[in-house]
């Protein structure tokens, strides 16, 4: 794998954090990592597709890793983070293919560590070197630390969707964060 294609570094609890392109093969670990958020609903791959674990499988082996970006965060012992970068409307209008959205998991264990800053800061190199010029994120106005992370590193709100996913008897609204590269 070319030297860019991964960061090792040391997280806050002293662990040995590797970030490195993913594919087909590490199918089974991203949904397992998703699967752990499930209750948070994250996004972009569940949103999409699911919460089905062969429908994400198939979904993650038939991507085009040219246009789309899957990161892992992998310790000694496995997979504890995943980021998935989409582009908009699949690349098929050239109004969009501009555009690649964010979604990124973390198992609860691993959270405040600044493996998420490690992950968007590669996540945003990758796309400006492959010309992308605006990232997008969409992220629960409750979810407090995701909004500080993403807007530590650029991000701005653009928007909020006003109840726009109901939890049991909850409405929460949604804030639209955008990056332009
Ligand atoms: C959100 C998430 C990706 C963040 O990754 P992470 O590795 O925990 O983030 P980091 O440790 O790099 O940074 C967290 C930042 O939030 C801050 N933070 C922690 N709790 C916070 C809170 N309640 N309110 C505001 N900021 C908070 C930390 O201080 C840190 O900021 P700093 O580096 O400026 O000090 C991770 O917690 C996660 O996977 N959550 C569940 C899934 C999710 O919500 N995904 C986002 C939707 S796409």
Redesign the pocket.
Known sequence: MPEEDVLQFTA?NGEKVTLRLAGCQDAEEIISVIKT?AP?R???LMEHYGTKPEAIKNYICGMDFEKNLLIVAVTDTAVV?ALSGIQMDSGKSPLTAHVLK?????VSG??????????LDFAIDWARKRAFKKLE???FTT???????FE?VGFVEEGIRRNRVRIGNQFIDEVLLGKVL
Request: no cysteine; net charge positive; charged share 20%.
């Open positions: 806050k958020n948070e994250s996004y972009v983070g964010i979604g990124l998991h973390l691993y959270r405040g560590l600044g493996i998420g800053s490690q992950m994120s969409n992220i979810n407090k630390k995701s909004l500080h992370l530590r």
